[in-house]
């Protein structure tokens, strides 16, 4: 079923899709890097029902382990991660963790920065990706708000993942 939510996650999957193949030499993402993952996450509501869907399709005992894991996860880990730093829930991953990586631009202030994990863009610096290349953060954001607050979500409520993960 074809959603404005699942529509936005095409977009951005497509946009790092074209990020990998101009840029590969220049990332270091792959499975079991969890650099970015060390924080606890909240989610929209769009987000979070899409988690919940994946959750109910998934066999109980998966559920449980998912569950049990997020209950103990340290907190300065994502709650999502299993013992070999690889994300449990990858297939329905929040709109943030399939950006991670490549290079956003946000405003610090008034003014556009342009920044990526530290492990990419190493030698070149994130600035240097090609302009279609970098990933307009405040656009991905507010797109997500809209859909968000049109599904019926309350502007700024947020979901934390790791009860998410615990409630099923």
């Avoid at 610096?125 to 507010?142: F, K, N």
């Amino acid at each position: 079923m074809s959603t404005p939510y699942a529509a936005l996650v095409a977009k951005v999957d497509a946009f790092v899709a074209r990020v990998e193949a101009r840029h590969a030499a220049d990332l270091r993402c792959g499975p079991g890097c969890a650099t970015c993952c060390h924080a606890r996450l909240t989610v929209t509501g769009v987000e979070a029902a899409a988690i919940r869907a994946w959750l109910a399709a998934q066999p109980v005992a998966a559920r449980a382990a998912i569950a049990a894991a997020a209950a103990t996860a340290a907190p300065d880990r994502c709650a999502a991660l299993d013992a070999d730093d690889r994300c449990r829930i990858y297939a329905v991953r929040p709109l943030v963790c399939r950006s991670h990586g490549v290079p956003i631009r946000l405003r610090q202030g008034s003014l556009p920065v342009v920044t990526s994990c530290a492990l990419n863009f190493a030698a070149r610096g994130p600035a240097a990706a090609d302009a279609d290349c970098i990933l307009d953060q405040e656009l991905v954001s507010t797109t997500l708000g809209v859909i968000d607050r049109a599904a019926g979500g309350a502007p700024a409520a947020r979901v934390e993942l790791a009860a998410l993960l615990i409630s099923g």
